[in-house]
């Protein structure tokens, strides 16, 4: 039994010390490739999932009233925002299309060519 040992450790490992370390440091690195590839994917699931999404909730129609408290002025429109995900957004964009007037659409109306007006 104890010259099979020192046979094994002639052939697999005297003055061999070179080569197993070059061996094991590329295993390292392989599972360190492993590990990264995880990582940045984990990475990127948790910002997706925790990505603010905003929706509006409503919208709320509060009357305005003339100062004589009996005939109606207007109606204030407001919208509640609700961001559903778990961090803060760092930028929104609402667009909206609004047309108070006595005109209607036409057939073929190009709505790009309409006015814009940036809030």
Same mark, same amino acid.
């Given at each position: ?47 997706? !999932?925790?990505?603010? *999404?905003? +929706? ?7 009357? %305005?009233? /003339?100062?004589?408290?009996? $005939? ?7 919208? !509640?925002?609700?961001? *559903?995900? +778990? ?7 609402? %667009?909206? /299309?609004?047309?108070?007037? $006595? ?17």
């Amino acid at each position: 039994m104890a010259q099979t040992l020192r046979n094994l450790y002639e052939v697999g490992f005297k003055d061999k010390a070179g080569f197993w370390t070059a061996l094991f440091t590329g295993v390292l690195c392989v599972f360190s490739y492993f590990l990264w590839q995880v990582n940045d994917a984990t990475n990127r699931l948790a910002i997706a !999932t925790q990505a603010a *999404s905003v +929706s509006a909730s409503g919208p709320a129609l509060i009357k %305005q009233a /003339n100062s004589d408290g009996k $005939t109606l002025k207007g109606w204030n429109v407001y919208l !509640t925002w609700i961001n *559903s995900g +778990s961090t803060a957004t760092r930028t929104v964009t609402l %667009q909206s /299309n609004v047309y108070t007037g $006595t005109a209607t659409p036409t057939k073929g109306l190009d709505f790009n060519q309409l006015p814009k007006i940036v809030l």
